[in-house]
């Protein structure tokens, strides 16, 4: 099953700080966010593991709550760069899982 | 060092018809994955191979099949073509033993830059 995203959309100033939000109706192991540019590939930004083990960017963080099934991406001081639409991609287990990613959330950052 | 390469950008097909597209995975990845993305959605998945078999599968009917080669290339197969199978289709390829020491469902995807099919 799709997991949920929000916000859909969300326009902010360069500088301002970003939260998108993921839930799934499955126990999680892992949570992957991608982005993706218009008429581009996704691209990858981070994987959060069960265990709290995190492998992604520099300047994106995120959160992995287990017990209620959400991953947060939190963007800080965001850039024009970050603009794009986030996609949230849960698993439920540790074996060859094909991605469910969400509907995305639109990001527009603005000067 | 090239990424996923994916080969039509872009065609168009009438109802009916067959269509294959075809996709070279990152330098050093060994796992190809389908990915159907249609206008304002998330890439659903359609299926993945490795070691040339089908490994797992999305909810996707027999008109979608697939082939790896031995040099780790895929190709996508869709039959029968619909108006609804319109849209842009992702490869994405990762490696067996990925950066979670071989765990497959935390590996990293390359995603190449799609295929748009429109049917007419």
């Known amino acids: 099953q799709q997991p949920v995203q929000s916000p859909q959309a969300v326009i902010l100033r360069e500088g301002e700080d970003a939260v998108i939000n993921c839930s799934s109706s499955k126990a999680l192991y892992s949570v992957h966010w991608y982005r993706q540019k218009h008429g581009e590939a996704p691209v990858f930004l981070m994987i959060?593991?069960?265990?709290?083990e995190q492998k992604g960017h520099e300047k994106i963080s995120a959160s992995f709550n287990e017990k209620k099934q959400q991953s947060s991406l939190y963007l800080t001081a965001s850039q024009l760069s970050y603009s794009g639409t986030y996609f949230c991609g849960p698993t439920s287990g540790g074996g060859a899982d094909g991605l469910t990613f969400g509907k995305g959330t639109h990001l527009i950052i603005q000067p | 060092d090239a990424g996923v390469t994916q080969s039509p950008t872009h065609l168009i097909k009438t109802r009916g018809q067959q269509v294959t597209l075809r996709c070279s995975p990152k330098?050093?990845?060994?796992?190809v994955s389908w990915y159907q993305q249609a206008l304002g959605q998330g890439p659903q998945f359609i299926f993945q191979?490795?070691?040339?078999?089908?490994?797992q599968r999305g909810n996707f009917p027999d008109r979608f099949s697939g082939h790896q080669f031995p040099n780790y290339s895929s190709e996508l197969n869709v039959n029968a073509l619909l108006l609804g199978d319109s849209a842009l289709y992702l490869c994405?390829?990762?490696?067996?033993?990925?950066?979670?020491?071989?765990?497959?469902?935390?590996?990293?995807?390359?995603f190449g830059a799609g295929s748009r099919l429109t049917v007419l």
């Open positions: 191979y490795y070691e040339e078999e089908e490994r």
């Open positions: 994405a390829s990762s490696s067996a033993f990925g950066p979670a020491g071989g765990v497959s469902g935390a590996n990293v995807l390359t």
């Open positions: 959060l593991l069960k265990g709290g």
């Open positions: 330098s050093g990845h060994d796992t």
